[in-house]
């Protein structure tokens, strides 16, 4: 596949810099330990030397089902920036360490949809696995029958991006290239011992992609840091 404004390298080169430096990919934080440690810890438990004849009951929530499934979320081929942009974050933020996969298989059906070019496949992987535990941590998540998904509240094009736009030099940004920011909630349940054990907390990020002209469906370039995105 032939793509416009990519007749030449230092074009291409440019076109890095821009969306890694408007991405902030360049000081990733690894943050999906954030909201691990209920499950890791287990729930809170008293000193056994403390009075709680004066704390205040509090009900436990009644858990809610995951919206989880056995194979990674699909990314389906379209036109539509919207839809695309929404099935990404569906697929960022959904897996199950019962499904019999690993997170790099997560990760990777989002690799699949990135930039046929290959030019940003790297910081695009790079970006992907700041969202995923690691290895390491998808053994320990396992052993508590860890899932997550996602819960999007909004889904729009932020107006800093409008700000980048009007920056770029000509030629930097793909015809059919912008941004949606994302928020919602993080959802994450597993089990301590026998106990279910759910943790929730607000996210938001913002993903670059490129839909027409361009290519043929929509494709995805790079992730902001989670919790850093474009206003």
């Known amino acids: 596949m032939h793509l416009k404004g990519m007749n030449s390298s230092a074009t291409s080169k440019h076109r890095r810099i821009l969306i890694a430096a408007i991405a902030g990919t360049l000081a990733l934080l690894v943050l999906v330990g954030i909201g691990v440690y209920g499950l890791i810890r287990g729930p809170y438990t008293p000193d056994p030397g403390t009075d709680d004849t004066n704390q205040t009951a509090t009900a436990t929530p009644t858990p809610r089902t995951p919206a989880t499934q056995a194979v990674p979320h699909p990314i389906r081929e379209t036109t539509r920036p919207e839809l695309f942009a929404s099935d990404v974050a569906t697929a960022l933020f959904t897996w199950d360490t019962t499904s019999g996969y690993q997170s790099s298989e997560y990760a990777q059906i989002i690799v699949d949809v990135g930039d046929p070019s290959g030019i940003e496949t790297a910081g695009l992987a790079a970006d992907i696995r700041a969202y995923l535990p690691s290895?390491?941590?998808?053994?320990?998540?396992?052993?508590?029958?860890?899932?997550?998904?996602?819960?999007?509240?909004?889904?729009?094009?932020?107006?800093?991006?409008?700000?980048?736009?009007?920056?770029?030099?000509?030629?930097?940004?793909?015809?059919?290239?912008?941004?949606?920011?994302?928020?919602?909630?993080?959802?994450?349940?597993?089990?301590?011992?026998?106990?279910?054990?759910?943790?929730?907390?607000?996210?938001?990020?913002?993903?670059?992609?490129?839909?027409?002209?361009?290519?043929?469906?929509?494709?995805?370039?790079?992730?902001?840091?989670?919790?850093?995105?474009?206003?």
Do not use: K, Y
């Open 135 to 231: 290895p390491e941590q998808w053994t320990q998540l396992r052993t508590h029958q860890t899932s997550q998904w996602l819960t999007i509240d909004e889904l729009f094009v932020p107006e800093a991006w409008a700000d980048a736009e009007a920056q770029a030099a000509p030629g930097q940004l793909l015809p059919g290239t912008t941004a949606f920011t994302v928020t919602g909630i993080r959802h994450r349940a597993g089990h301590w011992g026998e106990n279910p054990v759910e943790t929730d907390r607000p996210v938001a990020f913002t993903m670059f992609i490129t839909c027409q002209p361009t290519f043929d469906h929509c494709r995805l370039l790079r992730l902001s840091r989670v919790d850093a995105p474009l206003d």
